[in-house]
């Protein structure tokens, strides 16, 4: 809704006087700075000028407002829901929604985790490394001349090396422990 029908449905409902006391009084004092509101009002009073001047003057009977009250009350069928009942069930419901949505993304994680092959190798199963055993299996394997024929530049970087890998095992990355390891089963000295 625009601007200008607001103004126009606020300026039919004060000369039709459907409005309480209080937006009466409170359109008044809008219409003597408003000009497009008085406008409107002015309008109004115009087109409604004529129905005015052929209907009749009468008074409504004093009782046929509590008669519509009560005929409103007798019509409900259907009894009206508190609106905090209704706030609690939609909280209720909320948290549900919630809850199914955290099983969901849970189950989806656990079936993400465990069901693709290649995956990194959990803590568990990085244990079933003995990596003291296979860093000392390295070293064991080299005999003592062929440490002495070993340039100390290349002895320095195979031992780096060795000790990428044992911190690889320890760390539970068995993918790049399996491979330094291999690397280093491979060096021909």
Known sequence: ???????????AEYVLGSLDAAEREHVEACRALDRSLAAAIDGWERRLAPLIEEAPEMAPPADLFDR???RIASRRAVPMVPRRMAFELAGRLAIGVGALAACLAL?????????????????AEVA??????LYKGFWGKLDREKYARIP????AG????ALRAYDACQAGDQLDADSLFGRLQRIDF
Do not use: N
């Open 158 to 161: 195979v031992s780096r090396m």
């Open 152 to 155: 100390a530049e290349q002895l």
């Open 128 to 133: 079933a490394m003995d990596c003291g055993a």
């Open 68 to 70: 519509i009250l009560a």
């Open 1 to 11: 809704m625009t601007e200008e029908e607001d103004i126009d449905g606020l300026a």
């Open 107 to 123: 189950a989806i994680a656990a079936w993400f985790l465990y069901s693709h092959p290649g995956k990194p190798k959990m803590q």
